[in-house]
């Protein structure tokens, strides 16, 4: 009836192996997750960062009388297909603020045309092989070279390549951000404060608790309808508004606000309560000078989270219209804006090699600002972690 | 400032129409209100301390209300528009019809042409919505599935505390990147495999959207999964260990079995996630809608026509415009009805296993 | 099983492992050779240099105050301490001439012939049919149905379960009751046709009806296993154990005939847990 050891060794062997083949299955697949992270951030280091620099071509610009009506007159006539475009503006509106500079001439670094920029970082381009021979020649005299792209951050969206930057997104971003945080950090926090310190165990709290754990779940996208029906067609808020675009975000954020405001309340003991109760205080005063000081680590950790969350959320607010052409940066909260999702969103969209680039270049940005809130969250998380 | 906020909002869900400019100014109104109650209550006199948090119970019950209002306003909205939809067009076409061709409803719209010649029969973007789903599903459920294996059973403490937040990340990064991911590096990747093999593949195929939404809803399935899998008693891995199963076969035949409610549950979650999800398929999958098996064809879903419908120059009374809120209201039957059962399953587990933190 | 009389050891003298009196009516084969056992949990010593010798077809009961190491001791017999990282293990424990402790022992082969029950009854995520079938059929000791229902159906009534589940074969080990789940646990785990079977505390969560019922199938089970059971229940030690060890901060204090432990003990401190005066 009983079986040595050696027997039972013997038929064990094939089971081990099976058994062994789970644990690397497992472990293969958490490796391929991770090499999938690791594949996903080189691809868009790739393909971004060469957006932070540009192609800039150092010539003698000469401010002629031509040049104040047409600015491209500004260059030799060779140049003029290599030279952005922008230029035709740029030049006579700077001689217009400038008068006494007409008739100079000065030595500058200008702005190259994205087909220049998309040539010398290697990539897809439609320049001539005569153009190519030139720019190969001044580059090797120095003239051509790739410089800080300082239009990708200092200024807003533009139908040419070169001159098409993520500045106004990111003040959009910013401006529909405070929009939100005004209203679902105030609302979810006293709706938290609500369920776990006020309310009592009834059918309307069980409601309030189901619901709030079914809009979490909610896919984004009808939240935009929402917006577009209700903020949009029935109140009247500005179209494509951060306004607009905020107060639906807030919506969604609500419940990650809830959620993790709820949790950071319920981690402060009872014992603390008690003894506010014990020396008098009214419900209201225990929760104001007692418990939420003691919870606001945990409530600003899941506020900055959802928050990030809101700020790459895109779906709701194309519904809303923010998908706008903003080339200036904005100054009213009820006047169009876009937010930088919608922003790579419209990139990714044009047909031109060069946007791919900024695509990639604004997704970058993006990805640095929710890294740095997600790791600000963590910081303030392990800094006022208390152990109760 | 608080009760400012909240006076604006509510100003807004009462009066209709107001210019933005005077909510504005309302909320300032409101927030000096609420900042002299305040300042009032800061040394509060004892019968008004009452009264006050009498007050304040209301005005946190307001809040609590909001996100109610929010839930009936999204319902509200959707079936009020989708009904004016279906007075246009019948709902029975909609649900079974396999022909999704909008295109000369705006002309009926602008007086023009007859409106009738446009057809809304929704099967195909179903069709494609849960072609891609079903992709997601089938790169997220193993992975995660076993991700969270490993880190609850195989991994040691330090990994464990490494790669949990890492996989997270994955959840972190916004769709419309994913998107952007899913349409530049993934969707060429795919077409020239499939050429290797001598297959004709669209730039829009349903592959790649479906395995970068596949990335993206790991960590959701991973992440409740390894909690489920972590609160299966401990007992019951020893007594199949006792019997002398190997550690692998003790997973497989006791405690993931024992843990499969909370994993089904978690299957659920992402798959309502892959359903609703918008930015990967606009940027990734097709416009055109399309009845077909092969994922390697182009094919269009419930969101994105809701976006192509919503982001085009017609009026808003169109009825493609009022399609996007029949679209719409399915898709919140549908992944309402997915999360009520993951919630349901979820209870099922917590109460057989008496755990607490899930 | 042979080994007779144990082996002569340099450091011990037998009579260390030897029980104090000798269980006449009791059978003296080898079963698990315990020499110089030593454990430690991280920098804690839990087990300090045991010495016993666990004989076949008896019921051996291992008694003492919480914390003294009897749970630990039962879970080196058969290597349940390796889940616990820390844990760290010097001496010898040999069953079959073999060191279980050795690089070259399969720990699962070892559970194998060393079964175990458990404090709280934990039946598998199935049916009462399926959680006694699944161990035998992955060790290959049945391959047809007929063989396998069989086996169900011995192990079922060995542990005197049958008759209360023969109905309902097919409905989840968890809609039986505390102790009726407890019978299942011991089922499942004779079903696998061990040499020994450890018991942790097997009573302790169930009422004194289902502890008598488990008491009795003790004492028809050591016909053909060899039973170590860990009790804080001393009657329950001097019902069912031929011989009992008296554990004591991590050292073997006593090992004696059940009877002579329980009338007169050879140890003070034996006599003060049994009269009660710490524990």
Redesign the interface.
Known sequence: ?????DE??Q??KR??R??????W??????G???L??VL?FA??LS?GLPAFQQAYINTEVRYTEEASRDGRQAFDQDLIPLISRTVVRVIPLQLRNNPEMIGTSEQRWMLATSEVDQYLKGHRNRLSDEEKAEIDERVAAGQVDLRFNKTFFGSGDSKIAENAGILSAVVGTIMTMIVTL??S???G???A???EE??PDNRFTQ??EI?????A??????????G????I??????RS?P?AGG?TLA?MT??VI?IATRTALRSVPDSIRHAAFGVGC???QVVRDHVLPLAMPGIMTGSIIGL??A?????PL??V?M?AFIPDVGAS??QAATVM??Q??TW?GEPEQAF?EK??GG?LV??SV?ISL?AFAVVLRKKFERRW | MLVGALGSLLLLLLGADIPPMYLLAASLVVAAAGLAVGVAQVKPHFHARQAIERVIRWVLTGAAMISIFTTFGILFSIISEALRFFQMHSFWDFITGTTWNPGASFLAAAGRGDGSSAEFGSVPLFAGTFMITAIALLVAVPIGLLSAVYMSEYAPQRVRTIAKPVLEVLAGIPTVVYGFFAAITVAPIIVNIAGFFGLDASYNNAVAPGIVMGIMIIPFISSLSDDVINSVPDSMRQGSLALGMTKGETIRDVVIPAALPGIISAALLGMSRALGETMIVVMAAGMRPNLTANPLEDMTTVTVRIVASLTGDQEFESAETLSAFALGLVLFVVTLTLNLVSVLMIRRFREKYRVNNL | MNSQAPVMNQQHTPDVAQPYTRNEQACHDLSIRVRDLNLWYGKSQALKGLNIDLFQKNVTALIGPSGCGKSTFLRCLNRMNDLIPSVHIEGLVEMDGQDVNAGKMDEVALRRRVGMVFQKPDPFPNSIYENIAYAPRMHDLVSRKADQDELVEKALRDAGLWNEVKDKLQEPGTSLSGGQQQRLCIARAIAVQPDVILMDEPTSALDPISTATIEDLMDKLKEQFTIVTVTHNMQQAARVADYTAFFHLGEIIEYNDTKVMFSTPAQKKTEDYISGRYG
């Open positions: 009836m009983s079986h040595s050891f039972i060794s038929q064990l089971r081990h099976k058994s062994a083949r789970l644990k299955a497992s472990m293969g697949a958490l391929l997750a991770g999938f992270l996903f691809d868009m393909k005004l209203i950090f105030p609302i926090v006293m709706t404060i609500y369920l006020f309310a409601i309030i619901n709030i754990n079914n809009l779940a909610i896919p984004s996208i009808l939240f935009g309808l929402l577009l029906a209700i903020f067609n029935f109140f009247g808020v500005p508004s306004l107060m919506l609500l419940p809830i009214s419900r209201w990030a969350e700020m790459g959320e895109a779906a194309i519904i219209g998908v909260f009820t999702p919608a790579i969103f990714s791919v695509t990639a997704i993006l990805l929710l997600n």
